[in-house]
Structure formats: structure tokens, C-alpha cells
């Protein structure tokens, strides 16, 4: 029986609090981790509501920094270790296909590293609310890759497949 069977983490958000004694929210609290009273009128407890489903999700908020410039903080990558992975790799998977295969390093700012900024590779570990800062190869260093000649080639007959298909 169990084998057709798929449980979910979930979380219980009970509303309206207001209504209640502080004694049974406490009871409400307290009865199981998973439990988050909360009101909307007032707002109480919504932003610890809004923590705790962030926290069950696993996701992770990653904001870029181009060189020379300030991190951009308001729109972050978000990153999840169910999808893709919590990585340098994940994240540049996320922002361009070509970005892995011309990674050079990435300069990490934030709770991940011991340094700030730290050098690190596609295998890093990112965690929330890091910087990231890709480093991609140059023109030269790409065209001393071994498989360079078989990704031009790739990427041009991919180009005549398109224009002949108009």
C-alpha cells in the first residue's frame, strides 16, 4: 500500500488569530513544528509564514554583480536543490547555456565563503542571499579548448538548419 503512496512536506498556516486567546495560539503553535498561526487583519506572523514556506521549499536567492558595478538586489536567481541544484553550475545553467562550457571562475560574496570575495568553481555550494560574479573565458582561451573546432562546427551547421528551413 505504501509503495502507491507519495507524502509531501506541508505546512499549516492557521489564519485569524486575532479571535483567539494568546493561550490557544500558543497550543496551536506548539502542537506541531509545522504549524504557523498567523493573522492578515492585523498582520501577524505573515512574515514568518512567508520564512518558514521559503525554508521548506529549500530556496535559495542568488543576486549577480557585473564587474565594476554594484550587486543588483532586486531581482535575485532563485535557485532550488530539487530542480537544478544550489550551485555555480546551477546558476549559470540558469542565466545562459553557454555559460558552463566557457566558465572560467566565479567571485562569490556572502555566507558561503570563508573570504569575501572568494574565488570558487562550478562545484561551489551557494547559499542565500550570496553575490555572484561569473568570469567567462576569453576569445583566446576559448580557442585553445580541445573541443572548440567541434562547437563552432555544431553551432554553424545548427545556423544553416535554420536558414533553410525559411
Known amino acids: 500500500i505504501g509503495a502507491t503512496r507519495h507524502y509531501c512536506r506541508c505546512v499549516y498556516a492557521y489564519n485569524k488569530i486575532d479571535q483567539i486567546t494568546i493561550e490557544e ?13 498567523m493573522s492578515l487583519r492585523p498582520a501577524m506572523g505573515v512574515d514568518h509564514l512567508l ?28 535557485l532550488t536543490a530539487a530542480r537544478n541544484g544550489i550551485t555555480v553550475k546551477a546558476a549559470c545553467a540558469q542565466i545562459h547555456k553557454d555559460l558552463v562550457p566557457n566558465f572560467k571562475f566565479a567571485r562569490v560574496w556572502g555566507s558561503s565563503v570563508k573570504f569575501s570575495p572568494q574565488v570558487v568553481g562550478l562545484a561551489h555550494v551557494l547559499q542565500d542571499e550570496d553575490v555572484l560574479n561569473i568570469v ?4 583566446d582561451q ?25
Not at 495560539?25 to 498561526?37: E, G, K, L, Q, T
Not at 554594484?70 to 535575485?76: C, I, L, R
Not at 576559448?142 to 525559411?166: F, L
Request: cysteine-free; proline content about 7%.
Open 25 to 37: 495560539v500558543d497550543a496551536i503553535a506548539r502542537a506541531d513544528p509545522m504549524n504557523v498561526p
Open 136 to 139: 567567462t573565458k576569453t576569445a
Open 51 to 78: 520564512h518558514r514556506v521559503w525554508e521548506e521549499l529549500g530556496l535559495v536567492r542568488v543576486f549577480t554583480k557585473k564587474p565594476g558595478e554594484s550587486p543588483s538586489f532586486d531581482e535575485p536567481l532563485v
Open 142 to 166: 576559448e580557442r585553445q579548448d580541445a573541443n572548440y573546432g567541434q562547437r563552432v562546427q555544431e553551432h554553424y551547421d545548427k545556423q544553416r538548419r535554420k536558414g533553410g528551413k525559411k
